[in-house]
């Protein structure tokens, strides 16, 4: 057991051990031996010259051999190999910083740069950044935190929809990301996107959109000509159909105005298609169909006469027929026909005054001349001074014009035989042909009477006295033909006003 003065001893002259762990520099080991010497002088025996080859020694071992915080690491500074070779001494591994720099600040001086309590504050270069810009030496003997200066890298960019991008370094800082979208779409918002140093990228991901319309081509529709007597031509074509640039998804395709296939009339006839895409976006093209009429020179009634006309009166195809009022003949062709090449067939028509033929020998024979023609008004009297008579032919004179309009020829028969007379106009009937009319038609000879007849020589109506010229035109106009002679006559603008 140690005496108790020896540990009285010990206790003022710590081991050699415990005196070293206090120092960690070559200054710490040389005042170290200058107190070691200092401490013993009294008690031991001064230092001969034989035994300072033995103390330069040793101090040359000292100084070529790693020690704790001596800053020599014969082994290099992977902290696990600190771990083992200082074992139960906090000392962190050295820091070595890729990329950037470290400076550090210890409590112990600048030769315990990695001692427990050191802390080291890490500067990453640009592009680069670290978990943790100070680090401290712990117990542990590793540092607080991952000090590595690490490339910044920003999150990879969502792709966009109908679009894609083309990066110069990929997701790493000063990376120049490009967008663009597919055929079809526009690019909304930024162009190009940077990755900063606060990793995030300068412009957010932009959006395709379709602003394109679609394109639809009308087709091509040349002139039509209307088919033989009609106004109109069947017109065919073929739907259309539209083209997108994006994504190919369309409506249907809408037509404004008359389908393929039908009865365009005559005239120019705009056209138009319609289509979407599913962005609402409109396409549409316009075309026009025109159809044409052959139409010959167009034809007018003649005078005295009518025109009536099929179709459209002078298109391909279309027909004329002729008639003159009564008191006139037809010359000519009574029906014309508009040719292909817009001339009309036949000739000329022409309405001539009637030809009466009083030299016939039988009233039949003179009848059959007005058959269809014209109506009779035979007026008899038994002497040219009969009252009626007179009074009767001074109110029709005025009414000539009415009588032509409604085809009636007035006949006169007045004495009686053989001195009668009778008279169409200025055309003076013989005694005998005027005497078979009284005959045929049973009229008195010896008073006065008025006979009317219609075209087909029908006995209409009988006046055994004068009458006034609106009641005898009341009577004709309710004959039926005269009807449809009205008709013609209102459309051909005859009429007696003036």
């Known amino acids: 057991m140690p005496h108790a003065g020896d540990r009285a001893g010990a206790a003022e002259n710590p081991p050699f051990w415990s005196e070293r762990r206090a120092f960690g520099s070559r200054n710490a080991l040389e005042g170290f031996l200058q107190l070691r010497f200092t401490r013993r002088r009294a008690s031991a025996p001064r230092l001969t010259m034989d035994m300072w080859p033995l103390v330069l020694l040793l101090v040359q071992l000292c100084l070529c051999s790693g020690y704790e915080g001596s800053g020599h690491y014969t082994h290099g500074d992977d902290e696990d190999w600190y771990s083992r070779r200082y074992k139960g001494t906090p000392w962190c591994a050295p820091i070595k910083v890729k990329h950037g720099d470290v400076s550090c600040r210890t409590p112990r001086g600048e030769h315990y740069r990695n001692v427990m309590g050191t802390r080291c504050k890490i500067r990453c270069k640009q592009g680069y950044e670290t978990q943790s810009t100070e680090v401290v030496c712990m117990a542990s003997k590793h540092w607080s935190s991952n000090y590595a200066c690490r490339q910044i890298r920003c999150p990879k960019p969502n792709m966009p929809v109908n679009g894609g991008y083309k990066c110069s370094d990929g997701s790493y800082f000063s990376s120049r990301c490009e967008f663009f979208c597919s055929p079809g779409f526009s690019l909304k918002g930024q162009k190009t996107a940077t990755c900063q140093h606060t990793s995030t990228w300068s412009a957010a991901v932009p959006t395709c959109v379709d602003v394109d319309p679609p394109k639809i081509k009308c087709p091509n529709v040349k002139d039509k000509w209307a088919e033989p007597g009609k106004l109109t031509a069947k017109v065919t074509w073929d739907t259309p159909e539209g083209d997108d640039t994006a994504d190919g998804i369309l409506t249907d395709v809408t037509l404004k105005g008359r389908p393929p296939k039908s009865d365009f009339p005559e005239g120019l006839h705009k056209m138009s298609y319609t289509v979407f895409d599913r962005a609402g976006n409109k396409g549409a093209c316009r075309f026009t169909v025109r159809v044409r009429v052959r139409r010959c020179s167009p ?15 002078d298109n391909y195809g279309a027909t004329c027929s002729f008639t003159c009022t009564g008191g006139f003949e037809l010359q000519g062709s009574a029906a014309r026909v508009c040719q292909h090449g817009l001339t009309w067939s036949g000739t000329d028509t022409v309405c001539a005054p009637m030809s009466i033929n009083v030299g016939v020998r039988t009233a039949d024979a003179l009848l059959d001349q007005f058959y269809e023609k014209r109506r009779l008004l035979i007026i008899s009297a038994p ?23 409604r085809h009636v020829t007035v006949i006169e028969l007045v004495g009686t035989y053989p001195a009668q007379i009778g008279r169409i106009g200025h055309r003076l009937l013989p005694p005998g042909l005027a005497l078979q009319l009284r005959l045929l038609l049973r009229i008195p000879q010896r008073s006065f009477q008025m006979l009317l007849l219609d075209k087909q020589g029908i006995d209409k ?21 005269r009807r449809d002679e009205m008709a013609l006559q209102q459309e051909a603008g005859q009429s007696c006003q003036s």
């Open 299 to 313: 034809l007018v009634a003649p005078d005295n006469g009518y025109m009536k006309c099929d179709s459209d009166r």
């Open 383 to 405: 002497t040219a001074a009969n009252h009626n008579y007179r009074f009767q032919m001074t109110n029709l004179q005025p009414a000539q014009c009415g009588l032509d309009l």
């Open 461 to 481: 109506q009988r006046y055994p006295f004068p009458v006034t010229a609106a009641e005898l035109f009341t009577t004709v106009d309710t004959f039926p033909l």
